[in-house]
């Protein structure tokens, strides 16, 4: 997001407003100042048919006018003619009655009931269906309707979640939160949502001014916009009325280099906000405050996810619905100035040209289309650029949804890092080896791209801390995409690796992706270093940015000057509204609490955390940070009891089995803390952490062999974890064994060789 920074700084001068003011100068009249203009408000599409008539037809077919419908006989594409599916010992069924439509279901009790369809949700390649539930909860159906042609394998009934063995106590039942419509999908599926959740009934009254996504979702509301079409409004003519003007691309040509076979624009593009008017649907986010209008900054109403798994591969590529904006930010084409409106045409969202003659528009066929790049025969389906460049992933069981980071394929990568590449997509009966082989004999080497950052990502997502570095030079990199910047930032977080440099370089940074980031990474440094890392945050352009420094300086209170306290004050209640906001969500009540409890508020914490188990009985985190604020406070018999009463709802839960050894631990009792440890460890194999605190409590009740072999076995697996490796080489040398504890110290010293505590464990097995 290169220029993210300049339209904030614009959209910000911009929403300063109008201040009426009068000089001292002696006037003969005195002249009220004029009434300020009203906000613009929704109109409908309907309202821009007139004027607009061929745009307004493109996106009456597109998926944007049918993302939500009523249930009629004109929008319902499912066989609802006593169809019927079995699935997982549930049998379901289909019918029509009174005009209305039905099925026939597990419902919230696990028993079978008739719920009527009010809704159809999408078009294609399925279509979804929603069920009112009580309290105004919409219901997304996990029985979908496969829309494709039936020679491609559609015209059925299936289900979502395949592979899983789901029933009513499942959170992906679709009766349970994950498929509730009123915060899951509502607004990106309708124009001005209002979720109107009451937390004390714990009910919707959700409502929209437009049901499908219309004109006024992308070009803000637009009543004032009307009014300069039939007025010539003088205070509208600058911008027409309208909310953000989608003008990049007008008066923009892209300029064929003969020696590239690339173009490039005839001007830079020095705005963002056409990608920001298409972000907050096609992101993959959280939304923290209503009233969205086109124009507006997206971080100012949303939180983005960035480049972390399991979201994304460890070199930038989809793995779980990603929804494309992250991918595209790490493309060249958005470098090169490339917005979503020069390949798809935005009213009926198809792509403006068919085929590899979209791409052709500014790669010059005869030094791309050719065999000589793509080494594939002419005609086959391996010329196709969009299978090499954009290999799809299918999601909902058919739906196929392409990459947009725009990559060159990387089987070499595949190969190390066990990243998928689009050569095998297509070469299901080869390895990546085989590919990688291809593409040296092309290129007489491995293929480059943009993902450098890919090796230095993997070995973070292995937990390998001595990328700590690797990762500070990412983040400083101004070369790299700033999604790419903040990713590695967010890792040395993950990683618990904070470095005050990094945070306070991260945290002055140009671009917001990665100041977000430097916030989290501040939560491991103490207070006073936090502070004055991200006090200025605190009045950043940026709500996103705001309310995160708020939630982490809340245990820094002492470290602030009266000045940024009220600063903090300010940011603190927007993050407090962002909170009631999504009170119908446990984690926004157990958030709460975590905010409470480090204001030292543990009453208030601690009713927090029994209203987010109030909505869900099974929530892990809610019981994990109470019986954390509970160890705050002395009190842990009562983080036991009630880490026993998490484990009653969620006996495979690893991390409750973790805490209630710590909490027996500082009990006491180090047998049945050994016993829950050893447990963890066995529910959360991939984790390192688990095993090191598993041996630790081995060896402090009088079991050093036992230990000794768990962190052999934890080293063989995680080669490069330092807690693992101290720990093994620590016990082997207090059990005499100095080889293996030399050995051990070795490799510690080659994956830390920085590191003061390493290199004097080293020194003292010399």
């Given at each position: 997001m290169r220029t993210v920074a300049a339209i904030v700084g614009a959209v910000v001068i911009g929403a300063i407003g109008w201040f009426v003011w009068r000089t001292n100068a002696p006037t003969a009249v005195d002249v009220p100042p004029p009434p300020a203009a009203a906000p613009a408000s929704f109109a409908g599409s309907s309202a821009c048919k007139t004027c607009h008539a061929t745009q307004y037809a493109a996106w009456s077919t597109s998926q944007h006018a049918r993302a939500m419908q009523h249930a009629t006989p004109d929008?319902?594409?499912?066989?609802?003619?006593?169809?019927?599916?079995?699935?997982?010992?549930?049998a379901s069924s289909f019918f029509r009655g009174?005009?209305?439509?039905?099925?026939?279901?597990?419902?919230?009790?696990?028993?079978?009931?008739?719920?009527?369809?009010?809704?159809?949700?999408?078009?294609?390649?399925?279509?979804?269906?929603?069920?009112e539930l009580p309290g105004g909860r919409l219901q997304a159906l996990a029985l979908s309707w496969d829309t494709r042609p039936k020679d491609a394998g559609g015209q059925r009934w299936f289900r979502q979640y395949p592979d899983e063995k789901l029933d009513y106590r499942d959170e992906l039942h679709w009766t349970r939160r994950a498929q509730n419509w009123n915060f899951m999908c509502a607004d990106c599926h309708s124009t001005d949502v209002v979720k109107n959740y009451?937390?004390?009934?714990?009910?919707?009254?959700?409502?929209?001014?437009?049901?499908?996504?219309?004109?006024?979702?992308?070009?803000?509301?637009g009543s004032r916009h009307l009014e300069w079409a039939g007025k010539g409004d003088a205070a509208?003519?600058?911008?027409?009325?309208?909310?953000?003007?989608?003008?990049?691309?007008?008066?923009?040509?892209?300029?064929?280099?003969s020696a590239t076979g690339n173009a490039h624009r005839s001007k830079p593009r020095t705005t963002e906000r056409e990608i920001e008017?298409?972000?907050?649907?096609?992101?993959?986010?959280?939304?923290?405050?209503?009233?969205?209008?086109?124009?507006?900054?997206?971080?100012?109403?949303?939180m983005p996810s960035l480049l972390l798994a399991p979201l994304y591969y460890p070199d930038g590529q989809q793995h779980e619905e990603v929804f494309i904006w992250g991918s595209w930010l790490q493309s060249r084409m958005q470098r090169q100035g490339v917005t979503c409106s020069d390949c798809h045409e935005p009213h009926s969202q198809r792509p403006r040209i068919e085929g590899n003659a979209l791409c052709a528009q500014c790669h010059a066929p005869a030094r791309y289309d050719a065999p000589a790049h793509h080494h594939h025969a002419a005609g086959s389906r391996g010329p196709q650029c969009a299978d090499c460049h954009?290999?799809?992933?299918?999601?909902?069981?058919?739906?196929?949804r392409r990459d947009h980071s725009m990559r060159v394929p990387r089987p070499d990568q595949s190969t190390a890092l066990g990243t998928p590449n689009a050569c095998n997509q297509c070469h299901r009966d080869r390895g990546p080896q085989w590919a990688a082989s291809a593409v040296r004999g092309w290129l007489g080497r491995d293929a480059k791209g943009l993902q450098g950052f890919a090796p230095t990502f993997h070995a973070a997502d292995s937990g390998d801390a001595a990328t700590a570095a690797s990762l500070a030079a990412i983040a400083d990199d101004v070369s790299q995409p700033p999604i790419v910047r903040a990713s590695a930032v967010e890792r040395l977080a993950v990683l618990g690796t904070a470095d005050t440099g990094v945070v306070q370089r991260a945290a002055r940074d140009a671009q917001p992706l990665v100041r977000l980031a430097a916030i989290r990474l501040a939560e491991a440094l103490p207070p006073p270093e936090q502070a004055r890392s991200l006090a200025p945050l605190l009045s950043d352009p940026l709500r996103a940015l705001r309310i995160e420094a708020a939630r982490v300086l809340a245990g820094a209170q002492d470290a602030l000057t009266a000045e940024q306290r009220a600063a903090w004050q300010h940011a603190a209640d927007e993050y407090l509204a962002t909170l009631r906001y999504t009170a119908d969500r446990p984690e926004a009540r157990a958030a709460l609490g975590s905010f409470e409890s480090r204001l030292g508020h543990h009453d208030?914490?601690?009713?927090?955390?029994?209203?987010?188990?109030?909505?869900?009985?099974?929530?892990?985190?809610?019981?994990?940070?109470?019986?954390?604020?509970?160890?705050?406070?002395?009190?842990?018999?009562?983080?036991?009891?009630?880490?026993?009463?998490?484990?009653g709802q969620a006996p495979q839960s690893a991390a409750l089995h973790h805490a209630l050894g710590l909490a027996l631990v500082?009990?006491?009792?180090?047998?049945?803390?050994?016993?829950?440890?050893?447990?963890?460890?066995?529910?959360?194999?991939?984790?390192?952490?688990y095993v090191y605190v598993y041996a630790v409590a081995l060896n402090s009740t009088g079991r050093p062999r036992d230990a000794i072999r768990a962190l052999e076995s934890a080293a063989r697996r995680w080669p490069a974890d330092r807690d693992v490796l101290m720990a093994l080489a620590t016990l082997q040398r207090d059990a005499g064994n100095l080889p293996a504890a030399r050995q051990a110290a070795e490799r510690l010293a080659a994956a830390y060789p920085n590191d003061r505590e390493v290199n004097a464990l080293v020194q003292q097995l010399r």
């Open positions: 929008t319902v594409l499912g066989d609802f003619n006593d169809a019927k599916l079995t699935f997982d010992g549930v009174e005009g209305k439509y039905f099925v026939r279901t597990d419902g919230p009790d696990g028993k079978l009931a008739d719920f009527e369809v009010k809704y159809t949700f999408g078009v294609e390649p399925l279509q979804q269906y929603l069920v009451d937390a004390t009934s714990d009910a919707f009254d959700t409502r929209w001014k437009e049901i499908s996504v219309g004109c006024e979702s992308c070009h803000g509301p509208a003519r600058a911008g027409k009325g309208l909310t953000v003007q989608l003008d990049e691309r007008r008066g923009v040509s892209w300029l064929p280099d008017v298409c972000a907050p649907c096609h992101a993959r986010r959280a939304q923290i405050t209503e009233g969205y209008r086109a124009g507006q900054p997206f971080l100012d109403h949303y954009m290999p799809r992933t299918t999601y909902m069981v058919i739906d196929g208030a914490a601690q009713a927090a955390y029994r209203q987010a188990l109030a909505l869900d009985a099974a929530f892990i985190p809610a019981y994990l940070n109470a019986a954390d604020d509970l160890r705050v406070q002395g009190r842990d018999a009562d983080a036991r009891a009630l880490l026993q009463q998490g484990l500082r009990l006491g009792d180090r047998v049945a803390a050994v016993q829950e440890f050893e447990r963890a460890s066995r529910l959360a194999p991939n984790d390192p952490r």
